[in-house]
């Protein structure tokens, strides 16, 4: 692996601020946010461009000679982002990039809460490094982005110098049974990236228009129920409210007394459907969906055009986010320290609801059209190839439905019957097949029991 490069960036705001700013590659033509130096490390000396040495422009000729060679960062999308806002798409595509923090959770996957920051992972894997102590010390500095210079340029080589190491020595520990589908990942690093920066136009007027709808909805389930949001809106206060004025049973507990969370509401609801406490509890799930598509997309749509400068939503996307190798997106900053809430770059893109007002929300240029890409069952389509299971093989081969398949069954009808009435959107059907996929999932692979009894009533 002689021929293997990394590449590190450091960025800092263009002028002292709370902000996040440096970790925002779309700052940069904003004029808030700047590169301050890039080292590529190679299998000779590692070439280091920065302000002071008035050659942060060479850049460009640097990745140009890259081109179809393996180049590897650390948390690869973001110092990618950095560079296609530097010198242009068409010049960063033409590199084969990798990134140590996914390789690391190939390796590494499991439900246990791992840290594959590089820190931890050349703490893991390297700590024998010559240069493992100096480095140990200098990430534990806690120094501000642009300020002392000499500490973020002597970071700046050591990160590259380390992650060429890391990377080689990982590799090596990579099973083959997974190197096909770490390399088609990392295919998708350079256009991930780009939709970071490029971001998708959300559409504020018409989040503006439904503000009043939802207030009007939410206000008429309070009048209905004689009760004030401030209650339904309070986890301890609706808690009081349903379990103790309305002698609901509650499902699971929290510190402060019996949970409201939607699973367990859901769950309580279908067991008291029909009864006139049913109903009520129906309207309050109702509301707290309402606060949900009010708090967390139409206020949050319009929180990120005032953060952005515009309205462009940029929430920052997380490869391999999940356990599971999901793919979602970060859209606030609620767990470093000293940012102001105000910060907010994107709304949860992975989260829009199935159903409603949210994703008309979104916006493209007139030339353009907006996809969303979702592979038919793709885990067990994953799984039947693993394990060359013919009988789930045959069934996709023959376009079985097997969400579907196993709705039948739960429904205790001929799969052709219930597929008709699937596809005629039939709303016992519909939620009989969210049934099946949830069943097959979790049994096979995704969650366990205790995580099926809850799902299985909200889902």
């Not at 791992?114 to 700590?127: A, G, Q, Y």
């Amino acid at each position: 692996m002689n021929d293997i490069y990394a590449l590190d960036i450091e960025t800092a705001p263009t002028k002292a601020t709370n902000f996040p700013y440096a970790l925002e590659p779309y700052r940069l033509k904003q004029g808030l946010a700047r590169v301050t130096c890039i080292t590529i490390a190679g299998p000779g000396d590692p070439v280091t461009l920065h302000e002071r040495a008035n050659n942060l422009e060479n850049i460009k000729d640097e990745l140009i000679n890259l081109a179809s060679q393996q180049v590897v960062c650390q948390n690869t999308v973001f110092d990618v982002a950095w560079l296609i806002e530097t010198v242009g798409y068409e010049i960063v595509s033409k590199i084969k990039w990798r990134d140590t923090m996914l390789l690391g959770k190939w390796i590494e996957n499991s439900q246990e809460r791992l840290s594959f920051s590089l820190i931890n992972l050349i703490t893991r894997w390297l700590h024998e490094h010559p240069m493992f102590e100096e480095f140990d010390k200098i990430k534990n500095d806690n120094v501000t982005p642009g300020e002392n210079y000499e500490y973020w340029l002597r970071r700046n080589v050591m990160d590259s110098i380390l992650t060429r190491d890391l990377y080689i020595l990982m590799m090596k520990h990579l099973p083959a049974s997974c190197r096909r589908g770490y390399i088609l990942e990392q295919g998708n690093l350079a256009p991930v990236a780009r939709g970071w920066v490029t971001g998708i136009r959300l559409n504020t007027e018409g989040a503006k228009a439904l503000q009043p709808r939802i207030a009007n909805a939410k206000t008429g389930i309070c009048d209905a129920l004689g009760i004030a949001g401030t209650v339904l809106g309070s986890p301890s206060q609706l808690s009081n409210l349903l379990f103790n004025q309305w002698g609901l049973t509650g499902i699971s507990k929290t510190k402060t007394g019996w949970s409201t969370k939607k699973d367990d509401l859901a769950r309580i609801n279908l067991m008291m459907r029909g009864t006139d406490v049913g109903k009520r509890l129906q309207m309050v799930m109702d509301f707290k969906q309402l606060r949900t598509l009010e708090t967390k997309f139409i206020n949050g749509i319009l929180d990120t055009e005032r953060y952005n400068l515009g309205p462009i939503n940029h929430s920052a996307p997380r490869i391999f986010s999940t356990y599971t190798g999901r793919f979602t997106y970060s859209s606030n900053y609620t767990r470093m320290k000293g940012v102001p809430k105000t910060a907010r770059p994107g709304i949860a893109t992975h989260q829009l609801p199935r159903k409603g007002p949210t994703r008309s929300l979104l916006e493209v240029p007139e030339d353009r059209e907006l996809g969303e890409l979702d592979a038919a069952a793709q885990e067990m389509r994953g799984m039947a190839v693993a394990a060359n299971e013919l009988t789930m093989i045959n069934h996709f081969n023959n376009g079985v439905d097997l969400h579907g398949d196993m709705a039948a069954d739960i429904a205790h009808e001929d799969y052709e019957d219930f597929m008709t009435k699937y596809r005629a959107e039939d709303k016992a059907a519909e939620n009989f097949r969210y049934a099946g996929k949830l069943l097959n999932l979790s049994c096979q692979y995704r969650i366990g029991w205790k995580s099926l009894m809850e799902k299985f009533f909200s889902t």
